[in-house]
């Protein structure tokens, strides 16, 4: 995923618990992290990541045809032997501005998910 847009429509989308992982991807870019290091930097118990990106997993198909704000590597293409997630750069520049305008106009405050049928 590579549209602002939809970055920030993604993120709007999103529960509280993704918006989480997506904002510490956005802190790091371009920097593939195995799960326990973004658990851990999130203050999150172990397989909480694969929770919440199974929770996720209808709506990105759904609505945004599969496509990820984010980037994985498996466990054999990545460095450290475990699954790794990062955000590129303008992945994670789309959702600084998302959040920077939220911050800005109370009334895009993302709230609780709409209600889907």
């Given at each position: 995923?590579?549209?602002?847009g939809e970055?920030?429509?993604?993120?709007?989308?999103?529960?509280?618990?993704?918006?989480?992982?997506?904002?510490?991807?956005?802190?790091?870019?371009?920097?593939?992290?195995?799960?326990?290091?973004?658990?851990?930097?999130?203050?999150?118990?172990?397989?909480?990541?694969?929770?919440?990106?199974?929770g996720v997993?209808?709506?990105?198909?759904?609505?945004?045809?599969?496509?990820?704000?984010?980037?994985?590597?498996?466990?054999?293409?990545?460095?450290?032997?475990?699954?790794?997630?990062?955000?590129?750069?303008?992945?994670?520049?789309?959702?600084?501005?998302?959040?920077?305008?939220?911050?800005?106009?109370?009334?895009?405050?993302?709230?609780?998910?709409?209600?889907?049928?």
């Open positions: 995923m590579a549209d602002a970055i920030e429509r993604f993120y709007d989308r999103a529960s509280d618990l993704m918006r989480a992982l997506l904002g510490e991807l956005a802190e790091a870019p371009d920097t593939p992290r195995p799960f326990p290091e973004v658990e851990d930097a999130l203050g999150w118990p172990r397989r909480r990541i694969a929770s919440v990106l199974g997993s209808h709506m990105r198909h759904s609505e945004f045809g599969g496509r990820r704000p984010y980037h994985f590597h498996d466990e054999r293409q990545a460095a450290s032997r475990r699954w790794e997630m990062w955000m590129d750069a303008d992945q994670a520049a789309a959702l600084r501005i998302d959040t920077s305008s939220a911050r800005e106009d109370p009334s895009r405050t993302p709230g609780p998910s709409p209600a889907r049928s």
